[in-house]
């Protein structure tokens, strides 16, 4: 199904054109429809490809056309990570770019003052953790008296942390009538459970699982998080990597990545969101005539790359779900030819890893970097194991404080 079927406004259309997206992916062919009749919606979504802009679409379009310059906090997307929430949030400012909505992160881990003064000039899209959401609330900065649309994304994963007792009371305050999406890798009875007390007969959508092109000889490379760069590095002498898409978690990871890799005489660009249309078709342009052999990317600017003989597809920071995973080794690979992936992986990385070869169904081999050591500690850095008990512990408290 192509996205002109949609009928969406001129200015929607015009980003969605920008950002490559051509043929709606299964989850969008299925959701869009439906989530723009304004229906509630259940969906299971793990290994399906573009469900942030299943969702994204719709309630973008909902506001426009509505046709009015008063803005007000009418959609709330809830998700469970700080980097799923910069991750949504750079999808949605790409999306809007075109509008003059406004769009804003709430999360954890930095100062509260730019968020209270995104809240208070009244954003029209925010996506928020639970849990800060809650403190500002607390400060009496986060109303939704106009509130339209809620958004649940990876429910699985906010139960998992423990984020059930301040989504109940974050779904207590708004407004009855509104429309809400609830999506979950699984539909455990947890999250049924949860979709009963925040949704409405809603529509449930489910997708098929994504399989991995054969074709790609796919390898981890365990690395401690500071000597990722020099992994890159050693991974780039070799010759044979002659097209190579590296993928970041951020736009300034990205950023940096390729001023590291300019300073070693690698030719490189990049692409993410904050870089102009001419900046993304200039670097494309020099990636396709290999005038640029690395190009690096965030994940949303990805999507609008289409560009034969990419020979190698580095992940330098894990993928956030298995569903990107697959989309990004599915760069390479392609008309029959044979293509690498290679992901760094650090300690704190190997549940997902698991993730991704349940969803593969396969064990994903392992390889080391000559000169790496796996093992290495930054200069004051604690025991990657240490972090990794702490986090596992921060998970059980919080989840045993749910059950309460």
């Known amino acids: 199904m192509s996205f002109s079927t949609f009928r969406l406004d001129a200015r929607l259309q015009k980003s969605v054109a920008l950002l490559g997206f051509e043929q709606a992916t299964p989850i969008q062919e299925a959701t869009i429809p439906v989530a723009l009749t304004g229906q509630d919606i259940l969906g299971s979504a793990e290994t399906g490809t573009g469900k942030t802009a299943a969702y994204l679409i719709p309630v973008i379009q909902k506001l426009l056309a509505q046709h009015t310059n008063v803005h007000a906090l009418r959609v709330l997307i809830l998700v469970p990570t700080r980097e799923l929430a910069l991750q949504v949030t750079e999808h949605a400012e790409a999306l809007t770019k075109h509008t003059d909505l406004r769009v804003a992160a709430i999360y954890g881990g930095v100062g509260m003052v730019n968020q209270e003064q995104a809240l208070k000039r009244r954003t029209d899209i925010v996506i928020a953790t639970p849990g800060r959401l809650q403190d500002h609330m607390n400060r009496g900065f986060a109303t939704f008296k106009d509130l339209q649309v809620l958004v649940l994304d990876e429910a699985d994963r906010m139960l998992d942390v423990g984020f059930l007792p301040a989504i109940r009371r974050i779904v207590r305050e708004l407004p009855r009538e509104r429309q809400t999406m609830l999506f979950s890798a699984t539909l455990v009875a947890e999250i049924l459970s949860l979709a009963s007390e925040v949704t409405r007969k809603p529509a449930r959508i489910a997708v098929e699982k994504t399989a991995t092109p054969q074709a ?34 951020t736009k300034h990871r990205a950023d940096k990545i390729v001023k590291h890799l300019k300073r070693a005489n690698i030719r490189a660009d990049v692409i993410h969101g904050n870089r102009s249309q001419n900046q993304r078709v200039a670097a494309l342009d020099a990636f396709r005539k290999g005038k640029a052999r690395v190009l690096v990317a965030t994940d949303i600017a990805a999507r609008g790359i289409d560009v034969e003989g990419i020979s190698h597809v580095v992940n330098y920071d894990m993928p956030m779900q298995a569903e990107d995973y697959v989309h990004r080794i ?42 790496i050591d796996p093992n290495a500690l930054a200069l004051n850095q604690p025991n990657p194991e240490a972090i990794q008990r702490y986090i596992e512990a921060n998970r059980q408290r919080k989840a045993a404080m749910a059950r309460q």
Not at 219 to 239: C, M, R, S
């Open 216 to 249: 790609i000889e796919q390898t981890l490379f365990t690395v401690p998080e500071h000597q990722k760069t020099e992994a890159l590095h050693k991974l780039l002498l070799d010759q044979e990597m002659e097209s190579v898409l590296v993928f970041a978690r």
């Open 330 to 371: 599915g760069r390479t690979g392609r008309a029959q030819a044979v293509g690498s992936a290679y992901t760094l992986v650090t300690p704190l990385d190997e549940a997902q890893v698991k993730k991704i070869e349940r969803v593969l169904n396969q064990k994903l081999p392992r390889r080391r970097i000559d000169g």
